[in-house]
T-cell receptor, first 109, second 112 residues
Framework: GQNIDQPTEMTATEGAIVQINCTYQ??????LFWYQQHAGEAPTFLSY??LDGLEEKGRFSSFLSRSKGYSYLLLKELQMKDSASYLC??????????WGAGTKLIIKP | DGGITQSPKYLFRKEGQNVTLSCEQN?????MYWYRQDPGQGLRLIYY???????QKGDIAEGYSVSREKKESFPLTVTSAQKNPTAFYLC???????????FGEGSRLTVL
C-alpha cells in the first residue's frame, strides 16, 4: 500500500529552527508537496520538490531524497504565525496525490 | 479576486437528508477536486474532474455524488447513504501543470 509518515505534533520556540520530516512509500513518484494549514482554514502551498536536493524559499526550505523516500521542511526564525499543521503529499505514478496526516506545529514564546 | 469559493462554510444536517456543497472557481482551472478531512487523517479524495462533463471516483466516493456541467462549478452532494458524513470538506482546483492545488476555505458539515 501507499503510505506517508510524518510526526503528529512538534513544539518549538519562537525565533528557533524546526525540521519536520516526511517519509513515503508510494507507487511511483512525480513530486512531493508541502502545504501549510492553519486551524479551520484551507491548506496553502509551500513547496514542491521533484529532484533531489534543497529548495529554499525565504524562511522555509524543503529537502528531498528520492532514494531514501524522505523529505523535510525546515522553518527558520520561527514566528508565532507559523503555528499550523504542515501537510506532506506525494504525487504517485498516476499523478494522484497521497497525503500524510499532517504535523501540528506549536510555537511557544 | 480570483479563487476557489466554497459555500456554506458551516452546515448542519439531520440524518437522512441530502446536502449539496457548492464550489465555484474563477481561476480557469481544468481540474477540480473534492477532499474530505478528518482529525488525525490525511486528506482523502472523494471525486475529481479533469474536464467539463466528466468526473472520476476517488478513494471514498461511496455516499457522494458530483456534477461538472460548467468549468467554473463542481458541486458535491452528500447523500443519506454516506454513513459518517460529519467532516471538513475541501474543494480544490489545479492547472494540472505542476500539480499544485488551490483550495477553497472549506465547508464544515455536522450531522445531528
Amino acid at each position: 500500500g501507499q503510505n506517508i509518515d510524518q510526526p503528529t505534533e512538534m513544539t518549538a520556540t519562537e525565533g528557533a529552527i524546526v525540521q519536520i520530516n516526511c517519509t513515503y512509500q508510494t507507487s511511483g513518484f512525480n513530486g512531493l508537496f508541502w502545504y501549510q494549514q492553519h486551524a479551520g482554514e484551507a491548506p496553502t502551498f509551500l513547496s514542491y520538490n521533484v529532484l533531489d536536493g534543497l529548495e529554499e524559499k525565504g524562511r522555509f526550505s524543503s529537502f528531498l531524497s528520492r532514494s531514501k523516500g524522505y523529505s523535510y521542511l525546515l522553518l527558520k526564525e520561527l514566528q508565532m504565525k507559523d503555528s499550523a499543521s504542515y501537510l506532506c503529499a506525494v504525487m504517485d505514478s498516476n499523478y494522484q496525490l497521497i497525503w500524510g496526516a499532517g504535523t501540528k506545529l506549536i510555537i511557544k514564546p | 479576486d480570483g479563487g476557489i469559493t466554497q459555500s456554506p462554510k458551516y452546515l448542519f444536517r439531520k440524518e437522512g437528508q441530502n446536502v449539496t456543497l457548492s464550489c465555484e472557481q474563477n481561476l480557469n482551472h481544468d481540474a477540480m477536486y473534492w477532499y474530505r478531512q478528518d482529525p488525525g487523517q490525511g486528506l482523502r479524495l472523494i471525486y475529481y474532474s479533469q474536464i467539463v462533463n466528466d468526473f472520476q471516483k476517488g478513494d471514498i466516493a461511496e455516499g457522494y455524488s458530483v456534477s461538472r456541467e460548467k468549468k467554473e462549478s463542481f458541486p458535491l452532494t452528500v447523500t443519506s447513504a454516506q454513513k459518517n458524513p460529519t467532516a471538513f470538506y475541501l474543494c480544490a482546483g489545479s492547472t494540472g501543470e505542476t500539480g499544485e492545488l488551490f483550495f477553497g476555505e472549506g465547508s464544515r458539515l455536522t450531522v445531528l
